[in-house]
């Protein structure tokens, strides 16, 4: 299990720089759909199975889709790389520096014994139970979030009946 | 104390008041009539109450005589004092005894005959009510000055007539010269009040109170040096309400106003005031013999200046201003010795013929259109008989001639001053009665004779009867008035000593000293002398005299040019530095400060501006920069460094 | 042996931080959501980690709540995207910024 638990990182890890640092964004997307599938099963180790399930089906077979699908559409007759240089002055090196003051500062922050966690009951994480939980202790929020979708969804359709719009 | 000795002294002080008030209101809508009536009533009826009260006081027994009444009886459940601000209490306190029953008779009886006169002399003013309003406000503060029971309420009062004087002498508002004249007096007036503000600081430090009573009472608790301290800043506020040296310029420019106020106010009553101060703090002078001689010095000096200088004006009103100043100097220098009856009894002749003079060189100048040069006049003692026989009356009482009012109390003063040992004042005193002897007859000489008259108007004839009554009634009161004290009936010293009670019985002015009489006669003789003979008989010697001692006449009419000194000294440097504060640092440094508010607030919006870059990655670099930061807090200052993560 | 929850949440601030750079220093818009999406899923499983911790299932119901509305949030961000860029040359976020002050 440990292993699996570093490989995963490994690959997690990996792929997130490929995501942020491929030229090419189907090359993002690619890494990223792998990235997910590692944190998929990172989620199966900490007994959610239904949560990776999600994970694959929901984020890297529709997000992820509408991504490839948003480029092809895009970048027909456009450069999708970036080219020149950035016209930000002080954007790069504020950048690095910010991202590795954060990240010691969260490892300052986790360090400590590593404790492993307590024992679950055999049916935490599983599809009955989540379901459970979710249409009776989290009715409100699981309402509400449909009501977020429908608001997306009528955002995207208000915006994509408007008139061609030139900045 | 019986109810009509606890409520009368305020309905005297109040009536007058009450009486402006009513003219306020009512007054417009009335025939003008209404507001002279009311006028004179309620000052009539002030008077007529004083002569009640000062005869219930003057048959109680002498040490009985003096008391102060607080609040009245009806309000007997309020707290006795009008402010409290601890430890200090103050208050509303009135202090009746014999000298402010002289003041307040003197105050109410002949502001009545003055008030009386006004409706003849004023009447072609078109302010005619407000004039009356004004004469009964400064009755009210007078009576306030003169009745105070402390001397906080002395100082309310002392700056009331202030006031009064101001607006009376700028009654007539549309000419400039009376509206400076006012503002001069005022200016002047102030800086006395000061000096009585220092006083009572002292005051308050020493004796924790203000209160005639207590302070009196401890006067030996404080050091003679510090009594000395009180005695001159109390000098300063008599200085310059009496217009003594060296706050005296207001005095002469203050006949700007309407001749009643003259009379009433820089003549007869609140010039005096001075007076007042320093005969009511006689403890303090007893005690502080530096401070006292200090107050005889200024006295005798200011009388020496005044009547020099009264000897080269023109202006009528000019020559009895000065008179005034000198007479008032008298009064200063009585009471700077010790001498208290005799400068009260001076204070009181002094009203009675300096009103009445006034009151005559009116009729003059309301007959003759307004004229107040004597050079224009002349011839006038056939045309205008009363007001010749009136004004000759009053100038040889202001003289001192036998049996007139002054010649008693001018001599009561000058033996005083010999019986005191003060020599030199006495010479001082004596020639200055040779020069107020000269310079009043010269004003009679070139006003009635001299000759024909000189001037442009004809003068009208059939003066008012509410004009003529009350200068006849002064005139006889100057003729009668120094009878008070005759040899071995001094009544002055009698009735006052009621308030004297700490000093033992006063000396008795009564006697007539030959020797001093003597040579004051001869003098006043040798003035009379010199003025007919320069003026009557020989002319042309005085035209050469004129013009041999031409810069010295030029320095007199100039008083001494004290006007332009002050003018050079205060004037030019205070409407410099105002002019200079208004052109330069009122736009640059207010101005600029509040605009330098708006120009910082408004910079650091455009600094901030800077921050709306609209680049998307700039934004979040921001937003990480400061997730970064709250993260640091929140690890290192509210955890302090230890960690946050699972156990 | 399970795995210490600690190591799940450095495994997630990696991923975290990846993300923070990412999103500053691309300028391709699609790839920023990309970057964005990584800074999701780092939270997703820091929250799934700590329901395992704690043994309660309300860590496991928000990660489902959070993908939905990342699906809605990406859903909406890709058509101002399209939106914007629809007519331009090169793809670069640092062309849009009229709101500049």
Not at chain 2, 57 to 79: C, I, L, N, R, S
Not at chain 2, 471 to 498: C, F, H, M, N, Y
Not at chain 2, 561 to 583: C, G, M, N, R
Not at chain 2, 613 to 620: C, E, I, M
Request: net charge neutral; with cysteine.
């Amino acid at each position: 299990m440990i292993g699996l638990f570093w490989i995963c990182t490994v690959v997690l890890i990996v792929t997130a720089i490929g995501v942020i640092g491929s030229k090419h964004p189907v090359h993002s997307v690619v890494a990223l759909i792998v990235n997910f599938a590692a944190l998929a099963v990172l989620f199966l180790t900490l007994n959610a199975e239904f949560l990776a399930m999600i994970q694959i089906i929901i984020y890297a077979g529709a997000i992820l889709v509408l991504f490839l699908f948003v480029i092809t559409l895009l970048t027909i007759g456009t450069q999708p790389i970036e080219v020149g240089p950035s016209r930000l002055s002080f954007q790069a090196v504020p950048s690095i520096v910010a991202g590795i003051a954060a990240l010691a500062l969260l490892a300052a922050g986790v360090r400590g014994a590593r404790t492993a966690a307590p024992a679950a009951p055999p049916d935490f994480g599983f599809v009955g139970t989540f379901g459970l939980q979710l249409l009776t202790t989290h009715l409100f929020a699981f309402e509400v979030t449909g009501f977020v979708l429908l608001i997306a969804v009528l955002g995207v359709i208000l915006m994509a009946a408007r008139k061609e719009v030139r900045f | 104390m019986d109810k009509f000795l606890s409520t009368v002294p305020f309905t005297i002080l109040f009536l007058p008041l009450f009486g402006a008030i009513v003219i306020a209101i009512v007054g417009p809508r009335v025939h003008r009539a209404g507001a002279a009536i009311i006028g004179n009533l309620s000052i009539f009826g002030s008077f007529v109450l004083t002569a009640m009260l000062a005869h219930t006081v003057w048959q109680m027994p002498v040490d009985q005589q003096a008391f102060t009444v607080k609040y009245p009886p009806a309000w007997a459940a309020h707290p006795a004092f009008w402010a409290h601000i601890p430890p200090l209490t103050i208050s509303f306190e009135l202090r009746i005894d014999p000298l402010a029953l002289v003041w307040m008779l003197i105050v109410t009886g002949v502001g009545f005959l003055i008030h009386l006169y006004s409706v003849g002399y004023m009447a072609q003013s078109r302010w005619y009510r407000t004039f009356f309003a004004y004469m009964n406000i400064f009755v009210f503060t007078m009576l306030m000055l003169v009745m105070a029971g402390n001397f906080l309420w002395l100082l309310v009062g002392w700056g009331g007539v202030g006031l009064a004087s101001y607006l009376l002498i700028g009654f007539d508002s549309n000419r400039i010269a009376a509206v400076t004249a006012a503002r001069k007096a005022l200016i002047m007036n102030v800086i006395g009040d000061v000096g009585i503000m220092l006083a009572i600081f002292i005051m308050y430090a020493h004796f924790g109170s203000l209160s005639y009573k207590v302070v009196f009472a401890n006067i030996t608790s404080a050091s003679t040096n510090t009594l000395d301290w009180i005695g001159i800043w109390l000098l300063l506020g008599a200085v310059a309400k009496s217009a003594q040296l060296p706050l005296h310029t207001w005095l002469p420019d203050a006949m700007e106003g309407p001749t009643p106020v003259s009379a009433l106010i820089h003549a007869a009553t609140m010039v005096t005031a001075g007076v007042y101060l320093v005969v009511r703090a006689h403890p303090i002078y007893d005690h502080a013999p530096a401070a006292a001689m200090a107050v005889a010095v200024v006295g005798c000096a200011s009388a020496v200046f005044a009547a020099t200088v009264g000897m080269a004006q023109y202006d009528i009103k000019r020559v009895l201003a000065y008179s005034t100043m000198s007479q008032i100097g008298y009064m200063v220098l009585a009471v700077g010795v010790g001498a208290y009856a005799a400068g009260t009894f001076h204070f009181v002749t002094h009203a009675f013929f300096k009103a009445l003079l006034f009151m005559a060189a009116g009729i003059i100048i309301h007959d003759l259109g307004g004229e107040q040069d004597i050079r224009k006049m002349g011839g006038l003692v056939r045309r205008m008989p009363l007001a010749f026989w009136t004004f000759l009356v009053g100038t040889l009482a202001i003289v001192g001639i036998f049996p007139f009012a002054g010649f008693f109390s001018k001599d009561a003063i000058l033996d005083q001053l010999l019986a005191l040992h003060h020599p030199i004042l006495w010479a001082f005193a004596t020639a200055t009665a040779l020069i107020t002897a000269y310079y009043m007859f010269r004003l009679l000489f070139m006003t009635f004779f001299t000759g024909e008259y000189r001037g442009d108007h004809e003068p009208h004839t059939g003066t008012a009867r509410t004009m003529v009554v009350p200068t006849v009634i002064l005139a006889g009161l100057a003729t009668v008035g120094g009878w008070l004290v005759l040899p071995g009936r001094d009544e002055i010293s009698r009735a006052l000593q009621g308030a004297f009670t700490d000093r033992g019985p006063l000396p008795a002015i009564g006697e007539i000293n030959w020797f001093v009489s003597g040579v004051t006669t001869l003098a006043a003789l040798a003035g009379i002398a010199g003025a007919y003979w320069l003026y009557q008989r020989a002319p042309d010697l005085r035209a050469r005299l004129g013009s041999a001692f031409a810069p010295v006449h030029r320095l007199l009419a100039n008083a001494y040019y004290v006007d332009t000194i002050y003018h050079w000294i205060v004037e030019v440097p205070v409407l410099t530095f105002a002019s200079d504060v208004a052109k330069y640092i009122d736009p640059e440094g207010v101005g600029g400060f509040t605009a330098g508010i708006a120009h910082a607030t408004s910079g650091i919006g455009e600094a901030m501006r800077g921050w709306e870059t609209g680049y998307l990655r700039r934004y979040g670099l921001t937003m990480v920069i400061g997730m970064v930061l709250v993260l640091a807090y929140y690890i290192f200052v509210v955890h302090g460094g230890t960690s946050i993560g699972v156990r | 042996m399970m795995i210490p929850t600690n190591d799940y949440l450095a495994a997630a601030s990696a991923l975290f931080v990846i993300g923070i750079i990412g999103f500053l220093m691309r300028r391709n818009p699609i790839t920023m959501l990309m970057a964005i999406e990584l800074m999701w899923n780092a939270g997703n499983l820091v929250f799934a980690a700590f329901a395992r911790n704690f043994v309660d299932m309300s860590g496991q119901i928000f990660v489902f709540i959070v993908i939905t509305v990342a699906a809605a949030e990406a859903a909406i961000a890709l058509a101002i995207v399209v939106m914007v860029f629809r007519r331009r040359r090169e793809v670069d976020v640092d062309d849009v910024s009229v709101l500049r002050g």
